[in-house]
């Protein structure tokens, strides 16, 4: 389970966002940090049993703030990432933890490389009906909601601006996410919903990772 402590840590961290804060109350920051790492660690062990994970990796709390206008040094949530095993499986799992109703997992494709990503704009401008069916199933639809991620305004070049599949076209991320309330993230449900939610997206993984790994005309590439 995630504690409140995690959650209280992170709160008394937002308003004593310093150095000096954080060196007094270290013990407490290590205390936590092992208790999100142990979650994480469940996760693992639990999404390696329906699926193939290579790694999984929790993030420091410490902030780069070399080129943002934010200079405070810490991070005001933890948050960790599950890598599927390439380059048969792709895609992946994020968790982010944050107190305020501001907890989220999230999963998909973040940025995909330009081969991939004209891989499957080729894909939709041939045929999406597939894609479209598995993200509009009543279950993964109640559970994850719309597609989300950056688009373009415009057609990328080579594609006809009134292409049916446009708005699919036009995606350089593939994303889907869903927040959680504290009662939620603090529930000792949790950890179980995760790896449904999870599991719920497996379809869209496996069709997404059949593109990936096929030509256009459906011949492996690996």
Same mark, same amino acid.
Request: no cysteine; aromatic share 16%; net charge positive.
């Given at each position: 389970?995630?504690?409140?402590?995690?959650?209280?840590?992170?709160?008394?961290?937002?308003?004593?966002?310093?150095?000096?804060? *954080?060196?007094?109350?270290?013990?407490?920051?290590?205390?936590?940090?092992?208790?999100?790492?142990?979650?994480?660690?469940?996760? $693992?062990?639990?999404?390696?049993?329906?699926?193939?994970?290579? !790694?999984?990796?929790?993030?420091?709390?410490?902030?780069?703030?070399?080129?943002?206008?934010?200079?405070?040094?810490?991070?005001?949530?933890?948050?960790?990432? /599950?890598?599927?095993?390439? #380059?048969?499986?792709?895609?992946? $799992?994020?968790? $982010?933890?944050?107190?305020?109703?501001?907890?989220?997992?999230?999963?998909? *494709?973040?940025?995909?490389?330009?081969?991939?990503?004209?891989?499957?704009?080729?894909? /939709?401008?041939?045929?999406?009906?597939? *894609?479209?069916?598995?993200?509009?199933?009543?279950? =993964?639809?109640?559970?994850?909601?719309?597609?989300?991620? !950056?688009?373009?305004?415009?057609?990328?070049?080579? /594609?006809?601006?009134?292409?049916?599949?446009?708005?699919?076209?036009?995606?350089?991320?593939?994303?889907?996410?869903?927040?959680?309330?504290?009662?939620?993230?603090?529930?000792?449900?949790?950890?179980?919903?995760?790896?449904?939610?999870? &599991?719920?997206?497996? #379809?869209? =993984?496996? $069709? &997404?990772?059949?593109?990936?790994?096929?030509?256009?005309?459906?011949? #492996?590439?690996?």
């Amino acid at each position: 389970m995630i504690s409140k402590n995690v959650f209280n840590f992170l709160e008394a961290l937002k308003i004593h966002n310093n150095r000096e804060w *954080f060196k007094s109350n270290i013990s407490t920051f290590r205390t936590v940090e092992s208790e999100v790492k142990n979650f994480h660690s469940h996760l $693992y062990d639990q999404l390696n049993q329906s699926d193939s994970i290579d !790694n999984f990796k929790v993030f420091r709390i410490y902030r780069d703030v070399r080129f943002s206008k934010n200079k405070t040094p810490y991070k005001t949530y933890f948050s960790g990432s /599950f890598h599927r095993t390439k #380059p048969e499986l792709r895609g992946g $799992y994020y968790l $982010y933890l944050a107190p305020n109703n501001e907890s989220f997992i999230a999963t998909g *494709f973040w940025n995909p490389d330009k081969e991939d990503l004209m891989r499957l704009r080729k894909e /939709f401008e041939i045929d999406a009906d597939e *894609f479209r069916a598995i993200i509009a199933e009543p279950r =993964f639809k109640a559970n994850w909601g719309p597609l989300m991620g !950056n688009e373009l305004k415009s057609s990328p070049r080579g /594609f006809a601006k009134q292409h049916p599949n446009i708005d699919l076209i036009r995606k350089k991320q593939f994303i889907f996410k869903k927040g959680y309330t504290d009662k939620e993230v603090l529930s000792d449900q949790f950890l179980q919903e995760v790896i449904y939610s999870f &599991m719920v997206i497996r #379809p869209y =993984f496996d $069709y &997404m990772s059949s593109i990936l790994t096929t030509n256009l005309n459906g011949e #492996p590439i690996l």
